[in-house]
Each structure stands twice: as structure tokens, then as C-alpha cells.
């Protein structure tokens, strides 16, 4: 909904929880609270540290058709304008028009770009499953304009079987999700996201970084201490754009209502972050030193401005705009280490796409989610000079 929304207990204190607004409920309990909070870090761990891992495998295979999408300096100004816009526009939108059609069409939407992220998510644990003899074969799904010298390719598809394997289980799920709007549905996707999230898009230098998280800080503080717009939109908004964790779940099982929230862009926006764990990740591999110190302070760092978000956030029982503390945290910590270690120059100097990323094209548009059925990336990246799938693409906000 426009990058980093809060992370609120709200349920517990004014009876609503994400979605529509339901009868005040009893406060929950220390142990549920604890059990939800917990979840929600895990759940935010995930997808940080494998979306890292594989974003890394991209960058190390030189392989241009696998290259995530670059975001330069330009794109990270220009970031927080276009989410605040999003962000009031759909405040809008919800404030105007019935907020059951909007919803119905937000559903729609996320249910396509779900089922392609989480068969993308899958589809490298589910290749171990398959036999050795299992019957792979190859699909095309073709569709051009004109004919002779002027033909034109508008869509071109290409899958296998397991392909179809995958995106059928991840259909199973959409369709759960699409009619129950369980929180466990709703979680699947969300992880799926964050990890997309983490591995596809990647910044070009530390300079990047710093300007996207520094704008996104001031996003996330002046729409939910400002305004009352990021907790509504969060709150009204029935879309996988956020996790969500029960603090009644001892009480009422996968029945429970009284939910904690944590938004996707409070997991994507800092392992964006140069100094953080898309881009720590490949730094030492610049320096020709095989250590992986500041991924890990970075994770360090990230657990520790989110417990502190956690903390704050009950204390003063109010929503907590979560990069108000994320962003100093995961800038500061790895900061410190490289002024430690002496590598503050080469860490500000380090360009990654010259060295690690050569042919990485530059984000110029939101991605489309044309492509291969169980890979999302593929849908993101394929560009005009790849002869073998050639596509035309059309700009498509997600």
C-alpha cells in the first residue's frame, strides 16, 4: 500500500483487527501477546535471510536472465512520493467508495500476483521432491500480432511440468485465501512477497541505500504519528500486504481474531538497504574477503530495531511507525563495524553493479508479472534483448 506500514496491536485496545471493524474484545493475554510478537520477528526473519541467499546465487551466476532489478539513486528519491500517493489515494478511495467493492478488486489482483510469487517462492524446495525419471516436459504459450516481417510478440510464456506442479499448489492456497481470507492464506502470500521482494530488487551503491531508507524514515513516521492514513488503509486494506499473527490464538486456535500486524515493507525496505542484508551480503565479495560479518551484524541490527519497535509499541499502546527504529539500526550498526574495521571508504566506494552485477538492467518501472508460471523472476526480468522470449512489457503497479 505504499512501502512500510506500522506495526500495531491495535486489536487488543480498540476491538479492531485487520479488516473490518469487529466488537471490542478482552485484552489479550501476556503469553498470547508473546507468542504473536514472536512470530511476527520469525516470520519477518525469513524471507530477509533466504531472499539474501538467493539473491546472492543470482548475483555469483553471472547470468543475465537471472540479474534482479536495480534501483538507483533517482528511483530511491522519487520512492516515498510515489508510496505517499499511493498511500492517500487509497485512504481515498476506501474514505468514497464502499470499501467491500474496493476489496473484492484488491482480492482479484493479489490473488494473481500471489499465486506467481509463492510458486516462485516453491518451486527450488519442490524440484527436490521430484523423481529423477519424473516426465518434464516443455510448454510454450504463444501469442503474436501481425504477420510475416512485422509479427510481434505479445506474450510468450514457456513452462514445463513442474512448472504446473507448482503453480497448481499455489492455486490451492489462492483459492483458500480468495474465500476464507484466512491469516494463515494471507501469511503464505505475504512471506512470498518479502522474499520476491528481497531477492528481485537490488541497489546499485550505499549512497542508494541511504537516501531510500532515509526518505521511507520519513514516510513511515509522518503517516502514522501524523495522520491516522497508514493504520486506516492497514486496517481496512484485505490484501496479503501485511503479516498478521493472533495474540488469542492459545484461547481460540486458527479461529483466533485479535491479531498483531507487521507490514511487508518493514521486511523488504531495510534488507533493501545497502548496509543491510541484500547488499551486505555481496559486499565482502567486492573486498575479495570470503566473511560474512556484516550480514550478520545486519541481522543483528534488524532483530534488534524491531524487538525495540515491539517494546515501544507496548509500552505507549499506539501504533509504531517500525523504520523509525529499523533505519537507524540497520544504517548505524553496519556502520560501526566497517569504522571499525576501516573499511568506511570501501564500503561508500563500492559500486555493485560494475563488479558483482554487470548486466543488471535498471528498474525504470514497476515489473510485470508476464513470464514463466513458477517463476516470478523470470516474469520481472525478461527483457527485449533476450531472442528466445522476447515479450513486450506494460507497466503494472503491484
Same mark, same amino acid.
Given at each position: 500500500?505504499?512501502?512500510?506500514?506500522?506495526?500495531?496491536?491495535?486489536?487488543?485496545?480498540?476491538?479492531?483487527?485487520?479488516?473490518?471493524?469487529?466488537?471490542? *474484545?478482552?485484552?489479550?493475554?501476556?503469553?498470547?501477546?508473546?507468542?504473536?510478537?514472536?512470530?511476527?520477528?520469525?516470520?519477518?526473519?525469513?524471507?530477509?535471510?533466504?531472499?539474501?541467499?538467493?539473491?546472492?546465487?543470482?548475483?555469483?551466476?553471472? $547470468?543475465?536472465?537471472?540479474?534482479?532489478?536495480?534501483?538507483? &539513486? *533517482?528511483?530511491?528519491?522519487?520512492?516515498?512520493?510515489?508510496?505517499?500517493?499511493?498511500?492517500?489515494?487509497?485512504?481515498?478511495?476506501?474514505?468514497? #467508495?464502499?470499501?467491500?467493492?474496493?476489496?473484492?478488486?484488491?482480492?482479484?489482483?493479489?490473488?494473481?500476483?500471489?499465486?506467481?510469487?509463492?510458486?516462485?517462492?516453491?518451486?527450488?524446495?519442490?524440484?527436490?521432491?521430484?523423481?529423477?525419471?519424473?516426465?518434464?516436459?516443455?510448454?510454450?504459450?504463444?501469442?503474436?500480432?501481425?504477420?510475416?516481417?512485422?509479427?510481434?510478440?505479445?506474450?510468450?510464456?514457456?513452462?514445463?511440468?513442474?512448472?504446473?506442479?507448482?503453480?497448481?499448489?499455489?492455486?490451492?492456497?489462492?483459492?483458500?485465501?480468495?474465500?476464507?481470507?484466512?491469516?494463515?492464506?494471507? $501469511?503464505? #502470500?505475504?512471506?512470498?512477497?518479502?522474499?520476491?521482494?528481497?531477492?528481485?530488487?537490488?541497489?546499485?551503491?550505499?549512497?542508494?541505500?541511504?537516501?531510500?531508507?532515509?526518505?521511507?524514515?520519513?514516510?513511515?513516521? #509522518?503517516?502514522?504519528?501524523?495522520?491516522?492514513?497508514?493504520?486506516?488503509?492497514?486496517?481496512?486494506?484485505?490484501?496479503?500486504?501485511?503479516?498478521?499473527?493472533?495474540?488469542?490464538?492459545?484461547?481460540?486456535?486458527?479461529?483466533?481474531? $485479535?491479531?498483531?500486524?507487521?507490514?511487508?515493507?518493514?521486511?523488504?525496505?531495510?534488507?533493501?538497504?545497502?548496509?543491510?542484508?541484500?547488499?551486505?551480503? *555481496?559486499?565482502?565479495?567486492?573486498?575479495?574477503?570470503?566473511?560474512?560479518?556484516?550480514?550478520?551484524?545486519?541481522?543483528?541490527?534488524?532483530?534488534?530495531?524491531?524487538?525495540?519497535?515491539?517494546?515501544?509499541?507496548?509500552? #505507549?499502546?499506539?501504533?509504531?511507525?517500525?523504520?523509525?527504529?529499523?533505519?537507524?539500526?540497520?544504517?548505524?550498526?553496519?556502520?560501526?563495524?566497517?569504522?571499525?574495521?576501516?573499511?568506511?571508504?570501501?564500503?561508500?566506494?563500492?559500486?555493485?553493479?560494475?563488479?558483482?552485477?554487470?548486466?543488471?538492467?535498471?528498474?525504470?518501472?514497476?515489473?510485470?508479472?508476464?513470464?514463466?508460471?513458477?517463476?516470478?523472476?523470470?516474469?520481472?526480468?525478461?527483457?527485449?534483448?533476450?531472442?528466445? *522470449?522476447?515479450?513486450?512489457?506494460?507497466? &503494472?503497479?503491484?
Amino acid at each position: 500500500a505504499g512501502g512500510a506500514a506500522a506495526m500495531e496491536e491495535a486489536a487488543a485496545h480498540n476491538g479492531t483487527g485487520p479488516g473490518a471493524p469487529a466488537p471490542a *474484545r478482552p485484552p489479550a493475554t501476556p503469553e498470547g501477546m508473546a507468542l504473536a510478537y514472536g512470530s511476527l520477528v520469525l516470520m519477518a526473519l525469513l524471507p530477509i535471510f533466504f531472499g539474501a541467499l538467493r539473491s546472492v546465487s543470482c548475483a555469483k551466476s553471472k $547470468n543475465s536472465s537471472d540479474m534482479p532489478e536495480t534501483i538507483t &539513486s *533517482r528511483d530511491a528519491a522519487r520512492f516515498p512520493i510515489v508510496a505517499s500517493c499511493t498511500l492517500l489515494g487509497l485512504y481515498l478511495f476506501f474514505k468514497i #467508495f464502499s470499501q467491500e467493492y474496493i476489496n473484492l478488486l484488491l482480492s482479484m489482483y493479489f490473488f494473481v500476483l500471489g499465486i506467481l510469487a509463492l510458486s516462485h517462492t516453491i518451486s527450488p524446495m519442490m524440484n527436490r521432491f521430484f523423481p529423477a525419471n519424473f516426465p518434464n516436459k516443455q510448454y510454450q504459450l504463444l501469442f503474436t500480432q501481425g504477420s510475416g516481417d512485422s509479427k510481434e510478440e505479445i506474450v510468450n510464456y514457456e513452462f514445463d511440468t513442474k512448472d504446473l506442479v507448482c503453480l497448481a499448489l499455489s492455486s490451492v492456497v489462492g483459492v483458500w485465501y480468495l474465500l476464507r481470507k484466512h491469516w494463515i492464506a494471507n $501469511n503464505l #502470500f505475504g512471506l512470498a512477497f518479502s522474499l520476491n521482494g528481497v531477492e528481485l530488487l537490488h541497489l546499485n551503491n550505499v549512497s542508494t541505500g541511504c537516501i531510500l531508507l532515509g526518505g521511507l524514515f520519513i514516510y513511515d513516521v #509522518f503517516w502514522v504519528f501524523g495522520t491516522n492514513v497508514m493504520v486506516t488503509v492497514a486496517k481496512s486494506f484485505e490484501a496479503p500486504i501485511k503479516l498478521v499473527f493472533p495474540q488469542d490464538l492459545l484461547e481460540k486456535g486458527l479461529d483466533a481474531d $485479535n491479531f498483531a500486524m507487521l507490514g511487508l515493507g518493514d521486511i523488504v525496505i531495510p534488507a533493501l538497504g545497502p548496509l543491510s542484508f541484500d547488499h551486505c551480503p *555481496r559486499f565482502p565479495y567486492s573486498l575479495k574477503k570470503n566473511t560474512h560479518t556484516y550480514f550478520y551484524t545486519s541481522f543483528v541490527a534488524y532483530i534488534f530495531g524491531l524487538g525495540l519497535t515491539i517494546f515501544i509499541m507496548h509500552i #505507549f499502546k499506539h501504533a509504531q511507525p517500525a523504520l523509525l527504529y529499523l533505519v537507524p539500526a540497520c544504517i548505524g550498526f553496519p556502520l560501526l563495524v566497517a569504522l571499525a574495521k576501516g573499511e568506511v571508504t570501501e564500503m561508500f566506494s563500492y559500486e555493485s553493479s560494475a563488479e558483482i552485477l554487470p548486466h543488471t538492467p535498471r528498474l525504470t518501472h514497476f515489473p510485470t508479472v508476464s513470464g514463466s508460471p513458477a517463476s516470478l523472476a523470470d516474469s520481472m526480468q525478461q527483457k527485449l534483448s533476450c531472442p528466445r *522470449r522476447r515479450r513486450q512489457q506494460s507497466p &503494472s503497479a503491484m
